[in-house]
Nanobody, 116 residues
Framework: QVQLVESGGGLVQPGGSLRLSCAAS????????TSWYRQAPGKERELVAN????????NYADSVKGRFTISRDNAKNTVYLQMNSLKPEDTAVYYC?????????WGKGTLVTVSS
């Protein structure tokens, strides 16, 4: 079955960096676009970034442009989110998502806390 497992979250000071990973299994990962979302406490889940199946095109939310980079390694069935210049408002649970055959598949998320 389709599985997405996020990792790499943690506590980081403002201005710091983290790299999140999302390991996929149970389907042909290289055929599908992948997205990172986040959900802050008391807020709706929002799209952070997405990347097409080949990795040749990416899109970002305005709030993270220039600071975050999404990438993928299809040989490792993994998508990454490099997060630099982190701000307290980036604090959230980060999820990866794949839409496959009309269904959305989500991981369980990884918590990122940006605080001094």
């Amino acid at each position: 079955q389709v599985q997405l497992v996020e990792s790499g979250g943690g506590l980081v000071q403002p201005g710091g960096s983290l790299r999140l990973s999302c390991a996929a299994s149970g389907f042909t990962f290289s055929n599908y676009a992948t997205s990172w979302y986040r959900q802050a406490p008391g807020k709706e889940r929002e799209l952070v970034a997405n990347i097409i199946s080949t990795g040749g095109s990416t899109n970002y939310a305005d709030s993270v442009k220039g600071r975050f980079t999404i990438s993928r390694d299809n040989a490792k069935n993994t998508v990454y989110l490099q997060m630099n210049s982190l701000k307290p408002e980036d604090t959230a649970v980060y999820y990866c998502k794949v839409r496959r055959q009309g269904m959305d598949y989500w991981g369980k998320g990884t918590l990122v806390t940006v605080s001094s």
